[in-house]
């Protein structure tokens, strides 16, 4: 069992930048965030692979950046420049048997999640 606990969320306004750190207990594999706005379906926000590669998606790149410490069991999302559409519950997940080499995009291959963490932006 991995335990996944999360934190950094909060109330921003456009344009700031907020930091979400996920801590988990064990050894993982492919780590990332995702996030599920009210009444939409969660969404891939940036993953990475132990190794260190990334994936970004489109509405992340160039705003977001995806980084883990393997030393700590640690997964940060730096985010900047944040828009009013970034307002969801961002959850960290993580995979103890994918994602060595090549970071997991699907969620349904990430066995553990975090409880999530509220990120809102005022415009």
């Known amino acids: 069992q991995v335990q996944l606990v999360e934190s950094g969320g909060g109330l921003v306004q456009a344009g700031g930048s907020l930091r979400l750190s996920c801590a988990a207990s064990?050894?993982?594999?492919?780590m990332g965030w995702f996030r599920q706005a009210p009444g939409k379906e969660r969404e891939i926000v940036a993953v990475i692979s132990w190794s260190g590669n990334t994936y970004h998606s489109d509405s992340a790149k160039g705003r977001f950046t995806i980084s883990r410490d393997n030393a700590k069991n640690t997964v940060s999302l730096q985010m900047n420049s944040l828009k009013p559409e970034d307002t969801a519950v961002y959850y960290c997940?993580?995979?103890?048997?994918?994602?060595?080499?090549?970071?997991?995009?699907?969620?349904?291959?990430?066995?553990?999640w975090g409880q999530g963490t509220q990120v809102t932006v005022s415009s």
């Open positions: 064990g050894r993982t594999f492919s």
């Open positions: 997940a993580a995979s103890t048997g994918a994602g060595y080499l090549t970071a997991v995009r699907s969620a349904d291959e990430y066995d553990y």
